[in-house]
């Protein structure tokens, strides 16, 4: 078993073309042993964003703080703390921060996808 806080964990900024303020933690990955799954946690300045991107895997999603949109397929969805999203592999999405305080998520991913 594994216990850590969140905030325990390092936060790193996320270095993809097209981002724009924009941090998350790997809270969990196969660093901590045979795991299936990868816990990150992303978090979004006000006027930030990630790319618009896909990966060859799944994510799911919950939205922990703030208000955010996705882009999905050429429209952006509003977000808020609660909702769930599943994306399916390469499906070309985008998260932006629509509010005026950090915009959280946690995203879990396959762990053979996630650096260590």
């Known amino acids: 078993m594994k216990i ?21 933690r790997v809270a969990l990955s ?18 930030g964003h990630t790319p618009l991107h896909q990966h ?6 919950l939205i922990m703080e703030g208000a955010g949109t996705v882009w999905r397929a050429g429209q952006e ?3 808020q703390a609660g909702d ?3 994306i399916p592999a390469d499906e070309k999405h985008q998260f932006k ?4 305080q950090a915009f959280k ?5 396959p762990a053979k996808f996630q650096k260590c």
């Open 4 to 24: 850590t806080n969140v905030n325990d964990v390092p936060a790193e900024k996320v270095e993809m073309e097209g981002v724009k303020n924009c941090t998350y």
């Open 30 to 47: 196969a660093r901590d042993g045979e795991m299936s799954m990868a816990m990150r946690f992303f978090e979004v300045a006000p006027g």
């Open 56 to 61: 060859g895997y799944e994510h799911e999603i």
């Open 77 to 79: 969805l509003p977000l």
């Open 84 to 86: 769930v999203l599943y």
């Open 97 to 100: 921060n629509a509010g005026q």
């Open 105 to 109: 998520f946690m995203c879990l991913i």
